[in-house]
Structures are given as C-alpha cells and as structure tokens.
C-alpha cells in the first residue's frame, strides 16, 4: 500500500523556521522525483520545490528561493523541505508528492501557519 505520510507542520511565528518531513512507504521511493506542493485557503496548488531522483537537481518556487531547502534521504525513503525566514504568506497545507512517469502519489498534508 502506497502511503506519504507528512510531519513537522505547526504554528510559528514570522521569521521563524520549520522543517517538514514526508515518509514513504509502498513504492520505490529512490526512483520518484519528489515534490513538496502547497494550497493556500484561497487559491490553488502551488509547485513548491522538487528534487529529482538521487538529488542530482532542485528546483524551487520564486517566492521560496533562498528561504526553503529540499532534501531527500533515499535510505530512509524521507524527504524534507526546510523552510526559514518564514512569512505569513507561507500559511498553507502542504503536501508531499510522488512523481515516476504515470505514477503520482499524494499525501494527505500537513497545516503550517505563520502569524505572531
């Protein structure tokens, strides 16, 4: 069975720092490109960062370089996405994602909220 089972989200305060970890089970995480998407109350999904299988390329949203960094650890079938300098505009549910040609795989995602 094929689970991405998100963490790390919370409350924290402007400029402050979290870092949200996905665990994947049932597939084999090594070969998948993987995502961290986030929907905002009021728009749509958004494309956060990616990482491609065995971390060679990373990629990220304008409005999140150089304040968040994903990382993934293949042995431990974990991806992480830290995120700095928080802002209020980062307040969404974030979701991790699975990508390996058709194969796409969601999580259920994790609330982080930025407000003091």
């Known amino acids: 069975q094929v689970q991405l089972v998100e963490s790390g989200g919370g409350l924290v305060q402007p400029g402050g720092s979290l870092r949200l970890s996905c665990a994947a089970s049932?597939?084999?995480?090594?070969?998948?490109?993987m995502n961290w998407y986030r929907q905002h109350p009021t728009k749509g999904r958004e494309l956060v960062a990616s990482?491609?299988?065995?971390?060679?390329?990373?990629t990220y949203a304008d409005s999140v370089k150089g304040r968040f960094t994903i990382s993934r650890e293949d042995a431990k079938n974990t991806v992480h996405l830290q995120m700095n300098s928080l802002k209020p505009e980062d307040t969404a549910v974030y979701y991790c994602?699975?990508?390996?040609?058709?194969?796409?795989?969601w999580g259920q995602g994790t609330q982080v909220t930025v407000s003091s």
């Open positions: 994602n699975a990508v390996f040609g058709d194969y796409i795989h």
């Open positions: 049932g597939f084999i995480f090594s070969i998948y490109t």
């Open positions: 990482i491609t299988n065995a971390g060679t390329r990373t």
